[in-house]
């Protein structure tokens, strides 16, 4: 009974994901399909925005980072099943979303305006083609585990998970975390960008940034020298761009 609730909690985290991210989508696009986007919504005074949203944005990144970290997983599972821990981190993350979503306040001075036909219809592919590279990173690693599926799916099964295996699969080859890449597309890519989605931009960078640096460490604490070697082979987030070196510790003995 209780792998089947685990099974039922982790479609419900993943439908409640899915939603949001399409809601993210048409908020940071500024899409009239919604009600609330990042130049439309409540009012308030420039400082006081900037406060709130600079707050908002704070929140994500930290209830982000902070759960998928190894030590709070080692310390999370001790109270949430470990086939459930996934999803409620994909939950918070949701709900934080949908925080950010809520409380966020417009602000609308014009950075910069692309009115040129074939100039905007450029940025809003590019657009496109982010949240595309987002979705199919997920799926190139592994979608299903990624968001909680599989490990409740496994639990309810009472078959246990593979050991973890170090792979390249399409974008991979080419940067190492394409799915911040895509991000990076989707935030920057708009004809008009606005005081406040250039704020949203700019914070969710200087986050995936820490993020990328936090995520790498328990990367390399996994598969070791052969992810020092990725590293110094393969850019961060576009090719050729922010490799690493690799430690003397890494280099295997002749």
Same mark, same amino acid.
């Given at each position: 009974?209780?792998?089947m609730v685990?099974?039922g909690f982790?479609? =419900?985290?993943?439908?409640?994901f899915f939603a949001?991210? @399409?809601y993210l %989508?048409a908020?940071v696009?500024d899409?009239?399909i919604v &009600? =609330?986007? =990042?130049d439309?919504g409540p009012e308030a005074?420039? *400082? %006081?925005a !900037?406060a709130?949203?600079?707050?908002l944005?704070? !929140?994500?990144?930290l209830?982000?980072s902070a759960?998928a +970290?190894?030590?709070?997983?080692r310390w999370?599972?001790g %109270?949430?099943?470990?086939?459930?821990?996934?999803?409620?981190y994909? @939950?918070?993350a949701?709900?934080?979303?949908?925080l950010?979503f809520?409380?966020?306040r417009?602000?609308? #001075?014009t950075?910069?305006?692309?009115?040129? #036909?074939i100039?905007?219809a $450029?940025?809003w592919?590019i657009?496109a083609?982010?949240?595309a590279?987002? !979705?199919l990173s997920t799926? @190139? %690693?592994n979608?299903?585990e990624?968001f909680?599926?599989?490990?409740?799916? /496994?639990a309810?099964?009472d078959?246990a998970? $593979?050991a973890p295996? /170090?792979r390249?699969?399409?974008?991979?080859?080419?940067?190492?975390?394409?799915?911040y890449?895509? /991000?990076?597309?989707?935030?920057w890519?708009? &004809?008009h960008m606005?005081a *406040?989605? !250039?704020l949203?931009?700019a914070g969710?960078?200087?986050?995936?940034?820490?993020?990328?640096?936090?995520?790498?460490k328990?990367l390399v604490?996994v598969f070791g020298p052969?992810?020092e070697?990725?590293?110094? +082979?393969?850019?961060m987030l $576009?090719?050729?761009?922010g490799r690493t070196?690799?430690?003397?510790?890494?280099?295997p003995?002749?």
């Amino acid at each position: 009974m209780a792998r089947m609730v685990q099974m039922g909690f982790a479609l =419900v985290a993943y439908a409640v994901f899915f939603a949001t991210f @399409l809601y993210l %989508i048409a908020f940071v696009g500024d899409l009239p399909i919604v &009600p =609330v986007t =990042v130049d439309r919504g409540p009012e308030a005074a420039p *400082g %006081i925005a !900037l406060a709130v949203n600079l707050g908002l944005i704070a !929140l994500f990144g930290l209830q982000h980072s902070a759960m998928a +970290r190894q030590g709070f997983k080692r310390w999370w599972t001790g %109270i949430v099943p470990p086939a459930a821990e996934r999803s409620v981190y994909v @939950l918070a993350a949701s709900l934080m979303l949908m925080l950010l979503f809520w409380g966020w306040r417009p602000m609308t #001075a014009t950075i910069w305006q692309v009115d040129n #036909a074939i100039g905007a219809a $450029a940025l809003w592919t590019i657009f496109a083609a982010g949240w595309a590279i987002v !979705l199919l990173s997920t799926f @190139l %690693i592994n979608h299903f585990e990624l968001f909680g599926l599989q490990q409740a799916w /496994f639990a309810l099964r009472d078959r246990a998970a $593979a050991a973890p295996q /170090f792979r390249q699969p399409f974008f991979y080859r080419f940067v190492r975390h394409p799915l911040y890449s895509g /991000f990076f597309l989707a935030f920057w890519a708009t &004809p008009h960008m606005t005081a *406040g989605h !250039l704020l949203l931009a700019a914070g969710m960078a200087a986050w995936m940034l820490l993020a990328i640096r936090a995520e790498e460490k328990d990367l390399v604490a996994v598969f070791g020298p052969e992810y020092e070697e990725y590293r110094a +082979r393969v850019g961060m987030l $576009a090719p050729g761009i922010g490799r690493t070196k690799v430690p003397r510790t890494a280099i295997p003995a002749e």
